[in-house]
């Protein structure tokens, strides 16, 4: 049973909690060398946000499945972490004080994202972030990928908490139209980022018609204020003027 005195905040996590694509498309490149295939920036666009099924499945035109696209899924992953486990992985400035603010005033708070368990799981031991979050849904807990909203709706559920009660923090296009797809039920909070800023307003289309506003701190308050019963919620950190990447509601 869902509880409607509390509000969840799902979190993606490659490009809203880290900046990880570097390390993402460095794997891509390395591995599709492997196999005999260019990666190019325009397929690291084309793709960003999606499962490795999908993405495989794009790069090779449908010729690797089963068990040897999930090898090279596999091996991808691993390239990924293990560079991850060289360079470190640090938070986008904010994040820990919008973490712990959410947590202070009683959101609920879980992950929802494409990526591999594993490499969710890594995120979180080098950036000991865990501590703030109820919930997770990785690749290996859905069916069908972003921009379909199961990710978002399992992660809701697990915190039980009503999808209405629910804000996305999205960066990729993917993502933000999957939560277009459920625009009344869930508000998405977009941390907007070149090149793809021109392309999710695209995304937004006509159905988005809840609008939150463009703030650097407020709007974020905002979208919480507005799906949340309680009337004193805030956030302290917030408040004080803590420095936060510009969020884009939809």
Known sequence: MATDDLIAVLWDMDGTLVDTAELHFHAWVRICKEYGREFTREDFTATFGKRNPEIIDYLFDGKIKGPDADKLGYQKEEYYRGESRKTGIELLPGVLNLLKSLNESGAKQAIGSSAPRGNLELILELTGIGKYMQAMVAMEDTQRGKPDPQVFLLGAEKLKIQPRRSVVVEDAIAGVASCKSRWHEMRCSNLCRAPQCREIKRSRGR????????????????????????????????????????????
Not at 230 to 246: K, M, V
Request: glycine fraction near 14%.
């Open 207 to 250: 159905s988005c018609s809840k609008n939150i506003g463009r703030h650097e701190r407020r709007g974020f308050l905002q979208a919480c204020r507005g799906i949340s019963s309680r009337g004193d919620f805030r956030l302290p950190e917030l408040a004080q003027g803590i420095s936060l990447p510009i969020f884009h509601g939809i």
